[in-house]
């Protein structure tokens, strides 16, 4: 028996400082092994506790982590960790994709490079074990990784999209779908790639605008591809031989498929052609005909005529349905011209492009070359360029599940988080097209379908008929289904399995059913957790995945797979760029977490595609920025960065310094602590009722800044709202709890006399700190766990915070007047300390100060509350009055009814910090003027790139500000020095009188 790791040993003192590779060390292990994250069917099925099930957007196989994994992790363990609090029975289910194409790429990608074969070497059986070799070897990677960042995920249930469960049941959903007449087959047009030879979803299509002609790279063309003209050329009439009709494309090539020309039919330029024959110039026996549709031209536009190639452009093959023309495909399937290309077969298709010109010329048809804007389809992949080529494919049609998905929000039985994406839900759904779901590859789901050879009955199959296909979740019911079929024997029947797979998005699409044992319904897990509560994914694949989950759940089980649907934006460089390697500003949540050498990251940005002069500003802005490397900052501060930049309908811009900052943050947390336990000995006993002690007014405040803490956190959670729930929390703890009660507390903490204040403070603490890490544990799991085992009393709580109970807003400690009395306390503070900084009073000397106020209800407050503010302000005595008793001193009003004093006779001299001051405001003068006199140069804004002239305005306005303060503190130290005269005047006429 396998031997469970212990809780971690923490009998020994606290560093001097936070450790994030220390802290972050040895919890997961014990938290997997004491099968925390393991969620139980039972308690669910006997009602003991509600489920609360997140599928997690399975990563592909191939995938190590980055930016956007490491938001959806932090975003879904926080609420997994949360509603385990709110005692809900969690389950997380993990998971990779098998990721088809990107897969096989890689694999093919290795053996080429080890073994210098291609996998039709192999053959397809011998290839797949190869890629399932890889799949076994490295597979893994990405989910070790979602271990470090302290994912509570049931690895119990984790799946692979390609196991045998996930493989049985899209062979189900498969069958059950062509039973339905939903799977169907037809020749239509595809996304293909001819460096991969697939067809693609449109989510592996990136769409590249053109704005002036060049040279584009394209695999396999050294010189690249010449895109942005347009070329323009005529078309003979037959019966006409001095007429010609004039039309242009991008795709020159694609005219080798043309069939037709169409004009608009009120148009009177064409009229009189509508109908008249057309010679192709190379294919002399090509009917072609000039065709009237007003649908797809627009006779203002360009000449008014339109070339139609159905098999090879969306809007053509609209054409050629309508008019019944016939498609015409052109290309092989790795880019070649075919035999139907007439003279040009066999030559590459952009070869062919430029022979095809050249043709032309000399013939006389080429009418001209123009510039053109336009938007090119490339494959993710490959970098290869899409064509839209015709193809045989199983296709579902969706217009039925599309509008079962549109009604379940309409009705509100399904929720979208933020609802400013419904209507972009409505738009794809309501004109949603049907699904292509062939790939031509080895790596995946292959076709549960079977092409049937009878004897006498189909002995040519035709592939692109259906009725020639038995559908059927294994080679033997095939068998079964063709002999009842057909009614004859087993050995008039020949089978052969289509050798395409499914596109990966359709075994995604069907993940919340599977994930749980689908088809098998009545299993204890399908029972517990189907429906899950919350898909939680980013915006970019709300119709690739989420709407399809949707429309394959209600048409498979008739019902939703999840409840709730929150959408979370892009992860973007610090300044607002998408993260590409070719940028080199991809963001490796890795380094952010273990700490990154500064020569690593020159490196990355050194091997993008940047032109030199933008590498090396990058160089230097990160020898700047960072010259000892990214410092390890832990799992804690990172995720707790991207759920505070979590503010609704904004795209994240990761600034790494954010991160850094947040480090700090742990760094305050674990020296609270530190500082706590100085106070709270191991057999400290917590008091059960604080309300019920003598406490002070720093002790009622912190107590009710807490329940509102409490109050705030549970309702941003709820309504995923992180980046209020972060900023809620940081304020708690580092504005109220750290600046100030920690410091308000140290007299009644460190008192030998009045135990009473000291216990009554000493709770006081020991709640903040205990329910203030409860409060944070979803966000920061790490941290939270070492400071909350630390904590004296542990018989009083769970074994691991991940199990203590979240919070509840206590009313009965809140007061909303607490936090008005505590600003006007502190704003007396911070006016203290300000006029001690403003005069650079070294920090031994306390100075006197006095409070002169009339209103009695303040002079109450003040005078109740005298010694806090001594403490927190760092002076001597505090002397609450009406009238001013102090003799040297500087003022301040705090408000009408409100005068501070400060007593600094004989601790400065005024003189010497004017000319201080002033020196200082001569030195930023002269900063700022050489600031503006960059900025001053002809063509700035066209000739200094973009973050450089950010980075100038930044250090102007800082400037600026910093004279301003200064002048200020000028200003005020004259004044001191003039008051200080008066104040002596009027003593000496006082001592005369007298």
């Not at 709300?542 to 394959?552: C, D, G, K, N």
């Not at 900063?927 to 960059?934: M, R, Y």
Request: with cysteine.
């Amino acid at each position: 028996m396998e031997q469970k790791t212990s809780k971690k040993d923490l009998s020994h003192p606290m560093e001097k400082e936070y450790d994030p590779k220390k802290v972050e060390s040895g919890w997961y292990e014990w938290w997997v092994d004491q099968g925390f994250f393991h969620a139980d069917e039972k308690k669910v099925l006997s009602k003991e506790k509600k489920p609360y099930t997140i599928l997690i957007p399975p990563p592909n196989v191939t995938g190590s982590l980055h930016a956007g994994h490491a938001l959806f992790v932090a975003i879904q363990d926080t609420l997994i960790r949360y509603r385990k609090m709110k005692g809900f029975e969690v389950l997380w289910i993990p998971g990779t994709d098998h990721a088809g194409i990107a897969t096989q790429t890689v694999t093919e990608k290795l053996l080429m490079k080890a073994e210098g074969k291609t996998r039709h070497d192999l053959g397809r059986e011998k290839f797949v074990e190869r890629v399932w070799d890889w799949c076994n070897k490295y597979g893994g990677q990405i989910l070790n990784q979602f271990r470090a960042m302290g994912c509570a995920m049931d690895w119990d249930r984790c799946f692979f999209t390609l196991d045998s469960c996930r493989t049985n049941a899209v062979n189900e959903a498969f069958c059950r779908l062509a039973e339905k007449g939903i799977i169907y087959r037809m020749n239509r047009l595809v996304n293909w790639c001819s460096t991969l030879r697939t067809a693609l979803s449109d989510i592996e299509v990136e769409h590249v605008e053109v704005k002036e002609p060049m040279k584009m790279k394209v695999p396999g063309y050294i010189d690249g591809v010449e895109v942005g003209y347009l070329t323009h050329f005529s078309y003979k009439l037959k019966d006409f031989p001095d007429k010609e009709i004039v039309v242009a494309t991008t795709r020159l090539e694609t005219m080798l498929g043309d069939v037709a020309v169409a004009v608009h039919p009120e148009d009177k330029r064409y009229t009189e052609f509508i109908g008249k024959q057309l010679i192709h110039p190379f294919i002399k026996d090509r009917k072609m005909t000039v065709i009237a549709d007003p649908i797809l031209v627009d006779m203002k536009f360009g000449t008014g005529a339109v070339k139609i190639t159905p098999a090879h452009d969306p809007n053509d093959f609209a054409c050629g349905e309508r008019h019944h023309l016939e498609m015409i495909n052109i290309l092989n399937d790795d880019g070649t011209i075919n035999s139907n290309g007439g003279e040009f077969e066999g030559m590459r298709r952009f070869d062919a492009r430029s022979k095809v010109y050249e043709a032309l010329e000399k013939m006389g048809q080429i009418r001209g070359k123009t510039k053109n804007v336009m938007t090119i389809s490339v494959c993710q992949r490959s970098g290869d360029l899409i064509e839209p080529v015709i193809k045989p494919q199983w296709w579902i049609k969706t217009s039925v599940m599309a509008q079962r998905a549109v009604d379940a929000v309409k009705k509100g039985e399904l929720k979208i988080f933020p609802d400013n994406h419904v209507k972009t839900w409505y738009q794809w759904l309501e004109n949603a097209r049907d699904w292509c779901i062939s790939r031509q590859l080895w790596w995946g789901h292959r076709i549960p379908a079977y092409l049937c050879t009878v004897k006498g009955i189909i002995d040519n199959p035709d592939t692109n008929n259906q009725d020639h296909w038995i559908i059927a979740k294994s080679e033997e019911e095939a068998m079964e289904k063709a002999k009842e079929k057909y009614k004859v024997a087993a050995d008039q029947i020949s089978l052969a399995q289509d050798s395409d797979v499914l596109d990966t998005w359709f075994s995604s699409g069907i993940l919340p059913l599977s994930s749980l044992g689908w088809p098998d319904t009545g299993s204890n897990d399908f029972k517990a957790f189907f429906p899950t509560q919350l898909l939680e994914t980013g915006t970019d694949i709300l119709f690739f995945w989420v709407a399809r989950m949707v429309m394959m759940s209600l048409t498979l089980n008739d019902s939703l797979p999840f409840t709730e649907v929150f959408l979370h934006n892009l992860v973007k460089d610090a300044q607002g760029k998408k993260m590409s390697k070719s940028k080199g500003n991809v963001i490796d949540p890795l380094e952010i977490i273990n700490g990154c050498a500064l020569e690593t990251l020159i490196q990355k940005v050194k091997g993008s595609s940047l032109p030199q002069p933008e590498v090396d500003r990058s160089v230097n802005l990160l020898r700047k920025e960072f010259p000892k490397g990214i410092p390890q900052c832990s799992s804690d501060a990172l995720r707790f960065t991207l759920l505070s930049y979590m503010n609704q309908g904004t795209n994240i811009n990761l600034d790494i310094k954010r991160v850094i900052g947040y480090r700090h943050f742990c760094n305050k947390l674990w020296n609270a602590l530190k500082f706590a336990l100085i106070y709270l000995p191991a057999d400290f006993k917590p008091e059960a009722d604080v309300s019920a002690l003598p406490l002070g007014f720093a002790e009622k405040w912190i107590l009710s800044a807490l329940a509102e803490t409490v109050r705030d956190t549970g309702k941003h959670y709820e309504e995923f709202n992180f980046g209020l729930a972060m900023n809620g929390l940081y304020d708690f703890w580092l504005h109220k709890l750290c600046d100030v009660y920690l410091e308000a507390a140290k007299p009644a903490l460190q008192s030998k006399t009045d135990l009473k204040a000291a216990n009554a403070a000493q709770n006081a603490l020991y709640k903040c700190l205990y329910i203030g890490l409860c409060l944070l544990h979803p966000a920061m799991p790490f941290i939270t766990e070492e400071l909350y085992q630390r904590l004296p009393s542990p018989e009083s709580r769970a074994d691991s915070i991940f199990l203590t109970p979240f919070p509840e807003f206590e009313a009965k400690y809140y007061n909303a007047d607490y936090a008005g009395q505590m600003e006007q306390l502190m704003g007396a503070v911070q006016s203290v300390r300000s006029m001690i900084a403003t005069l650079n009073i070294p920090s031994k000397n306390r100075p006197k100060m006095a409070i002169v106020c009339k209103d009695e209800t303040k002079l109450q407050f003040f005078s109740e509350n005298a010694a806090l503010i001594s403490t927190l302000a760092k002076v001597g005595d505090a002397e609450v009055c009406k009238e001013l008793a102090l003799e040297g001193c500087i003022m301040h009003v705090l408000n009408p009814g409100v005068t501070i004093y400060l007593q600094v006779k004989g601790i400065i001299d005024i003189k010497n910090e004017i000319e201080r001051l002033k020196k200082k405001i001569g030195q930023l003068e002269g900063f700022a003027k050489k600031i503006e006199q960059k900025m001053g140069v002809k063509d700035y804004e066209q000739k200094v790139p973009e973050d450089v002239r950010k980075e100038n305005k930044e250090k102007h306005e800082t400037t600026l500000h910093e004279i301003e303060a200064v002048s200020y503190t000028h200003l005020r130290a004259h004044e001191t020095s003039l008051h200080l005269v008066c104040r002596l005047l009027l003593e000496k006429k006082k001592k005369k009188k007298k």
